[in-house]
């Protein structure tokens, strides 16, 4: 598959005050640094230039985060007042997210939720990543949680895969990679949180996808579905062999799956969302106590981080 470029950006959604653009993999959202001679805030510059916005500092309002190594669907808000309803349904705890991803391994039970608190890592050497409670140097663990589903099992390169839809219903960083890893499936290509043997290194990306996103706005409803890129008609080293869910049948569930009633006054944008419907899923989890100031502050950033002065 050909690797980014400032032509290749592609657009799944767009309106008067939003765009969802399929980010390629291995392409940072923004920076501030002259060095990064690709980001999906210049690709936007480049495509639409009439669209950026003076008042900001990239040009651009993200409306949430992708990793630099995920590809997917990304909301971008084209001006304050969009970003605005965006910020409130991710505060309401209403936007549904759901990831595609190939891991190692041929995965069991069919649907889990995974549970296991995720903090951050003061290990030596590890500056930066994350890490599930109990673990050396894990500090101040968090809550999260996230529903897999399997749809295949089959052969990656040679080797035991399995292709699953991840549902955060947490946000925590890393939280779809670190809880993978954390089961012993680890992301194909994944060479932080992945097997240590080197093994990783082979695959040309890392083999997570933001797959559909759904932000239910008063005035409108983004509502985004990406291609599918783990197919072997676009990688010939993905080898399915056993179906076990069809995809489209969940997609469907996605589609048709009511919104979350709005919780004012409720937890942040890292409370539990919706997770998908279906037999075999676990009770939602328990309430959470209000938001804090130290979350309304986060959120308030969040907000405003685009009019940030470069750094010197």
Known sequence: MEPGSMENLSIVYRSHDFLVVNKHWDVRIDSKTWRETLTLQKQLRHRFPELADPDTYYGFRFCHQLDFSTSGALCVALNKAAAGSAYKCFKERRVTKAYLALVRGHVQESRMT?????????????????????????ENPKPSLTELVVLEHGLYAGDPVSKVLLQPLTGRTHQLRVHCSALGHPVVGDLTYGHASGQEDQPFRMMLHAFYLRIPMQAECVEACTPDPFVPTLDACWSPHTLVQPLDQLVQVLRTAPDPEPTEGGPGPCSPSM?????????????????????????LQWLSEWTLEPDN
């Open 114 to 138: 995974i549970s296991y608190a995720i903090g951050r890592n003061i290990t030596e050497g590890r500056a930066h990543t994350m890490c599930i409670e109990g673990t050396q140097g894990c």
């Open 275 to 299: 997770p998908l419907p279906g037999p075999g899923r676990p009770p939602p989890p328990a309430a959470k106590p209000p938001e804090t100031e130290a979350q309304q502050a986060s959120c």
